[in-house]
T-cell receptor, first 109, second 118 residues
Framework: RKEVEQDPGPFNVPEGATVAFNCTYS??????FFWYRQDCRKEPKLLMS???SGNEDGRFTAQLNRASQYISLLIRDSKLSDSATYLC??????????FGSGTQLTVLP | GAVVSQHPSRVICKSGTSVKIECRSL??????MFWYRQFPKKSLMLMAT?????????EQGVEKDKFLINHASLTLSTLTVTSAHPEDSSFYIC??????????????FGPGTRLLVL
């Protein structure tokens, strides 16, 4: 079983749509959780950290369920510029990051 | 935000040659840097953790004699792919960790180096 699993997609949605991505992790000792965004042929960039209480940053909402070992990202009012691959990332007790394989999103005009 | 640079951004080499990739933290000191590899449509896979002034820690399955890592200063780590072969062609990305354990540490990624071995 992979340490971090994501639905690879692709998700093709129209502009303005709401889209949700899910992620599960296998190591219950994982300590920190993040969503990164990676554009084609570029390095990953931190989108947002994920906290147990849930957190929001503009159109983006992240949720964490430690009991289910489940992380989600919700994007509202999708923009063309949101097209990218979204990586679910988990940091363990050794402080190393483990990346999911990513979910590809294409927002269509 | 902090900046991490990588050089070169792209390299094409012949099979059997060695390629050195540099990773620099430009505005902070990084005692720990990481080297990742990403194949097309795959996730980033950690290759090794580079510690300033000591030997790198390699992940299982990564040959330390093939992927030489040197972290000679607090702002520079290098990865040398020795005797490169076509299967080593990949996107190599470094990251530098800023902050101490217990604080809000963050990893900043370099822009990556695309290696093509002919």
């Amino acid at each position: 079983r992979k340490e971090v699993e994501q639905d690879p997609g692709p998700f093709n949605v129209p502009e303005g749509a709401t889209v949700a991505f899910n992620c599960t992790y296998s190591n219950s000792a994982s300590q920190s959780f993040f969503w990164y965004r990676q554009d084609c042929r570029k390095e990953p960039k931190l989108l947002m950290s994920v906290y147990s209480s849930g957190n929001e940053d503009g159109r983006f909402t992240a949720q964490l369920n430690r009991a289910s070992q489940y992380i989600s990202l919700l994007i509202r009012d999708s923009k063309l510029s949101d097209s990218a691959t979204y990586l679910c990332v988990v940091r363990g007790s050794a402080r190393q990051l483990t990346f999911g394989s990513g979910t590809q999103l294409t927002v269509l005009p | 935000g902090a900046v991490v640079s990588q050089h070169p951004s792209r390299v094409i080499c012949k099979s059997g040659t060695s390629v050195k990739i540099e990773c620099r933290s430009l505005d902070f000191q990084a005692t720990t840097m990481f080297w990742y590899r990403q194949f097309p449509k795959k996730s980033l896979m950690l290759m090794a953790t580079s510690n300033e002034g000591s030997k790198a820690t390699y992940e299982q399955g990564v040959e330390k004699d093939k992927f030489l890592i040197n972290h000679a200063s607090l702002t520079l780590s290098t990865l040398t792919v020795t005797s490169a072969h076509p299967e080593d062609s990949s996107f190599y990305i470094c990251s530098a960790r800023r902050g101490l354990a217990g604080e809000m540490e963050t990893q900043y990624f370099g822009p990556g180096t695309r290696l093509l071995v002919l």
